[in-house]
């Protein structure tokens, strides 16, 4: 837990090799998808900075001529253009790594930052080689017209500039703490995405870029000038320059939007093509394991798909196996590959409302009882580890821990003393016992006996001196070495979010069976499901009592798991609620159901 | 023989070129041809401007968000005046909330005999609520001036019912976006994990996951700058309907994973509209008309696994002049509101002028087509003269969803109960005596 477990075997890290290889086709082609339509968007960007910047309304023909030999027809273009995607493909390797390794959380900051160190120099220096190609690249259209190489130039100033904004995005948004595409709310159509990403991070992007261009501006045109005249003679420029030339303030602007929203979209696109919606499929995952799929399949099995679709039957399994489709139980039991388990989880739950559950019970009978109980299996498995691993970190509090607890306890009511009997205060370093009382000389007197006592006060004063002037090191040392009690629990917790969607995706199926008469096939498994998820609020209850006892922080995924366990919960008993009889032998469980019936709203 | 025919040719030529007729064909064609890049030309412009101006690319627009235009829109009658403002019954209990117009909601439990009060100096000018269904908290949404305002019972309240008033039992927390102001309307999804609210200040819906604390904008009608006044989500939780503030309304299909925007009507304002329980069809009425229309997706006209939806309007009811099954004739008029009983035997109106609510048999046997029977007629039986100004259906026996009640609430604050206990169409119509 407290350390980084991802085990790499050569560049590759080992939760991708695990997976079957289906799920590693999937994940690699949607990479790569993501990563054709980034170049796609690096064309955009060029054209619009070109066309800003160097489009003539007088002789529109031979500027667009002139524009596209530039960029389509040049050998330095693409060579500069592949190198940006390079540096690209990187950023977005890492953006993914950081998706779909396992959460961590340290004891300590310090563990955090240390651990996460690499991860976030390789970000940095992704980002800043994307935003110093794409500087160079568009820098070097600008000194087509004014060739200007010194210093303040306008190639130097885009260059800074570029590097600026990298830095800038960097700590802006990957500084802190490193984060995880988010799971989409409704999958929309990719046409609808796109146009609403490219709008909004356009918009959004021209708004921020307006205060860090003036104020690279006052910062950089007067340093220049310093340099320049003092050192190469050059022109004078300066604050004068900001009024007297606004192109190259426009220009700056305008490069810093554009680098800023390539950053961002670069982003959100490889987060909308990794998290888009899976299909999810009911059957055995024995027969998907080992299948190993290529694009010559895939070609095919769209082609039978549209066979079918004009003679509108549902596409047979045989065909939708050599699809990208995935069995729900494969999905799920991906438990290294933590977003992809997040996405399975909710694109099940997803699923479970619609038409996956109606084809679930319409399936003949061997195929229906083999997929259910493989996908109930599956859920149950997780839920079974997650409780496994909740209670090596929920250990009974030994009585010194009890003790320690009053103690710090305060009373709640002033009138009330405390049960333990309040410790002393702590003594200062300086009021302790400096030695026997036969030592204790007058301050006057000067002999060797007291020079050692002097001499060590000296010290002390000093040092609290200096320790007062300089409040912000205790500070920080306790920031960064403040030991956080709960990080296990939160770790656990963490992990254990995919059951969050899991968890309503099954009984969301359960339900649904209740009203599409489908009841009698997951009978025998709603006492199993019922007991699991009085488990799991058990485990949750539990931990919030260890929060306070520890007096620590759980984290977001805990309200999530409690919200989510108590909604099934309130499904499940309202809907199995006047049927307990039939399917649950144990008396005392059916009592304690009984009793949580009647506090229902 | 070439140079013959050259010699020909030149002559001719020349004369060709010299030809008035010839010049002013060519000179006709060319403003023709410049009159047609011209056109073409001003249609891009055109429809360049419609792009840039579309609500999916989030240009902020002055769209009029204030308390004036909620009055006309809102499906209270007189919402500006009105004592009690909105009633919602939770779900799948007997919990009821009322929206008064002093920006208090009161709820209402049969656990205990006062009423709660859930007020908030945030929340000012409440129009709509609605409770969260699969919630062990409690937890209602109120839509108000500054977003919504989001009420979530505290767990030490459901302990011990003593102590509920003596403390404060719930916290609120406040959802807001930019220019979402003046929420119109609210609906949950089927399990209570996302909230859907429409606002006067924006020309799209939002789609709030409230356990995660995520968010996304959704445009239901990309053509329209207009802002959407009812959201009605149909009961199987498929189809949303946006109702448009100015004229026209979209189906979106919008389930747990897919989102499509589809829209139907474009002829005038939708007045007020309820979805069948069945959810095959639904019920609206056009401002400044006294008709009732019934709008239903026929599946089957299509082709192809995935088809598209095609949606076909039906004339339902006229409420002009209105006979019910005792034979009693009343002049109605216009429609305010419609609220449809949750087993979706009954059907409520409240009209626009008249001071009292008009019930109805809603007779769905299919194949035959979708009928409406007027019951009766229910007037206010406090003094004075009063009349309804909202109202909603619910349970009101615990365990038992076979009774029901329609709560009606009239302009002086006046709450009238009408109970329900039919649960078939063969005993709803032998209580009224219908052959």
């Known amino acids: ?601 | 023989m070439d140079e013959l025919n050259r010699e020909d040719l030149e002559p001719r030529r020349f004369n060709n070129v010299n030809n008035p007729d010839l010049r002013r064909q060519i000179w006709k064609l060319l403003r023709t041809l410049a009159s047609n890049y011209w056109e073409w030309f001003l249609r891009k412009v055109t429809q360049l401007k419609s792009l840039c101006f579309r609500p999916i690319c989030n240009l902020k627009l002055s769209l009029s968000s204030n308390p004036v235009s909620l009055d006309r829109i809102s499906q209270t009658r007189g919402w500006k005046t009105a004592a009690i403002r909105c009633i919602e019954f939770h779900p799948s209990s007997m919990l009821m909330a009322l929206l008064t117009n002093q920006d208090i909601v009161l709820l209402y439990d049969e656990r205990s005999c006062a009423p709660t009060n859930l007020q908030s100096f945030q929340q000012k000018d409440i129009t709509c609520a609605a409770f969260r269904p699969w919630s062990l908290s409690r937890e209602l949404a109120v839509g108000c001036a500054a977003g919504i305002c989001l009420w979530r019972e505290s767990e030490r309240s459901k302990m011990d019912l003593k102590i509920r008033h003596l403390l404060g039992n719930h916290h609120m927390r406040i959802l807001q976006d930019e220019g979402h102001s003046y929420v119109t309307s609210l609906q949950w999804n089927e399990d209570g994990t996302i909230l859907i609210s429409a606002a006067l200040g924006s020309s799209h819906i939002i789609l709030w996951e409230t356990d995660c604390q995520q968010k996304i904008r959704l445009v239901p009608a990309p053509d329209s700058l207009s802002a959407f006044s009812l959201l009605r989500y149909s009961p199987n939780f498929q189809v949303l309907f946006c109702s448009s503030c100015q004229t026209g309304a979209s189906f979106c299909q919008l389930n747990r994973s897919k989102w499509r925007s589809e829209q139907i009507l474009k002829r005038s304002r939708i007045q007020t509209a309820v979805w069948t329980i069945c959810s095959s069809y639904l019920l609206f009425v056009r401002e400044g008309t006294t008709r009732i229309y019934s709008c239903t997706n026929d599946g089957e006209a299509t082709v192809f696994l995935c088809p598209k939806p095609v949606w076909t309007l039906e004339l339902l009811a006229d409420l002009q002049d209105v006979t019910t099954c005792s034979g009693q004739q009343r002049h109605c008029g216009e429609p305010q509101t419609i609220a449809m009983d949750p087993l979706g035997l009954y059907m409520a109106v409240i009209f626009k002028e008249q001071s009292f609510v008009l019930l109805c048999l809603l007779v769905n046997a299919r194949p035959s087509r979708l009928q409406l029977l007027p019951l009766e007629f229910i007037a206010c039986d406090a003094d004075g003269e009063q009349f309804p100004t909202c109202f909603a259906f619910g349970f009101s026996q615990k365990g038992n969803p076979q009774v029901r009640c329609l709560v009606i609430a009239f302009n002086k604050g006046h709450i009238q109960r009408y109970k329900i206990t039919a649960n078939s169409l063969q005993e709803a119509k032998s209580i009224h005596n219908i052959k």
């Not at chain 1, 009978?523 to 949750?540: A, P, Y």
């Open chain 1, 1 to 601: 837990m407290s350390e980084q477990n991802v085990e790499t075997t050569g560049y590759v890290p080992q939760y991708f090799i695990t997976l079957p290889r289906k799920i590693k086709k999937l994940i690699l082609y949607r990479f790569l998808f993501a990563t054709l339509l980034c170049s796609w968007l690096d064309y955009q960007m060029l054209a619009i900075f070109l066309c800003i910047n160097l489009f003539e309304v007088r002789r529109p023909l031979f500027s667009l001529n002139e524009i596209l030999g530039w960029t389509l027809f040049s050998v330095y273009t693409s060579t500069m253009m592949l190198l940006i995607r390079l540096c690209m493909v990187g950023y977005g390797l890492i953006l993914c790594h950081v998706h779909y390794v396992n959460p961590q959380c340290y004891p300590y900051r310090i563990w955090r930052v240390v651990n996460e160190f690499p991860v976030h120099i390789c970000l940095l220096s992704s980002i800043l080689s994307v935003t110093i190609g794409t500087s160079w690249l568009y820098a070097s259209f600008v000194d087509l017209i004014d060739v200007d190489y010194l210093l303040g130039g306008s190639w130097y100033y885009l260059i800074t500039f570029g590097c600026f904004n990298g830095i800038s995005y960097f700590l802006k948004h990957h500084g802190r703490s490193l984060r995880r595409f988010p799971l989409p709310i409704v999958h929309l159509d990719m046409k609808g995405s796109l146009i609403q990403m490219w709008c909004y991070q356009f918009r959004s992007s021209g708004k921020e870029a307006l205060v860090p261009t003036l104020l690279f501006a006052l910062i950089y045109w007067p340093s220049m000038a310093y340099l320049e005249t003092t050192t190469t003679n050059g022109v004078s420029t300066g604050f004068t320059m900001i009024i007297t030339q606004p192109k190259r303030l426009f220009q700056g602007w305008l490069l810093s939007t554009l680098i800023t929203a390539k950053l961002h979209i670069v982003r959100e696109l490889y987060g909308l093509i990794m998290q888009r919606q899976l299909s999810l499929i009911n059957d055995s995952r024995r027969l998907h394991e080992y299948l190993d799929i290529n694009l010559y399949n895939l070609i095919s099995a769209r082609f039978q798909y549209f066979l079918c679709m004009m003679r509108m039957k549902p596409m047979p399994m045989g065909y939708q196996r050599y699809t990208l489709s995935l069995p729900i139980a494969m999905a799920l039991d991906t438990s290294e590959t933590y977003g992809f388990r997040l996405l399975a989880a909710r694109d099940f739950y997803a699923a479970a409302s619609g038409t996956l559950c109606s084809e679930l019970f319409n399936q003949p009978a061997f195929n229906r009882t083999r997929n259910w109980n493989e996908l109930c299996d599956a859920i149950l498995e997780m839920v079974d580890e997650f409780l496994g691993r909740m209670e090596s970190c929920l250990e009974i509090a030994p009585c010194k821990k009890i003790f320690n607890l009053l103690k710090n306890q305060a009373p709640k009511n002033p009138g009330l003393r405390s049960l333990v009997k309040p410790p002393a205060p702590p003594r200062r370093l300086r009021s302790t016992c400096r030695g026997p009382p036969k030592c204790q000389t007058p301050e006057d007197f000067w002999c060797f006996c007291n020079l050692g006592k002097y001499l060590y006060d000296k010290i002390l004063i000093y040092w609290d001196c200096f320790w007062l002037r300089l409040p912000v090191i205790p500070q920080w040392y306790s920031y960064f070495y403040d030991l956080d009690t709960l990080a296990k629990l939160n770790h656990e917790l963490r992990c254990g979010e995919p059951l969050v969607w899991a968890l309503q995706g099954l009984v969301c199926i359960c339900v649904t069976s209740v009203k599409e008469g489908s009841f009698v096939y997951i009978q025998r498994d709603l006492g199993r499901i019922l007991v699991c998820l009085l488990k799991v609020e058990e485990k949750l209850i539990s931990a919030e009592e260890m929060q306070v006892r520890k007096r620590g922080k759980l984290c977001s995924s805990h309200e999530l798991l409690i919200m989510a366990i108590n909604r099934c919960l309130y499904k499940m008993l309202f809907t199995f609620g006047p049927h307990l009889d039939f399917f649950l032998d144990d008396i005392h469980f059916k009592a304690n159901l009984n009793q949580r019936i009647k506090l229902l709203p």
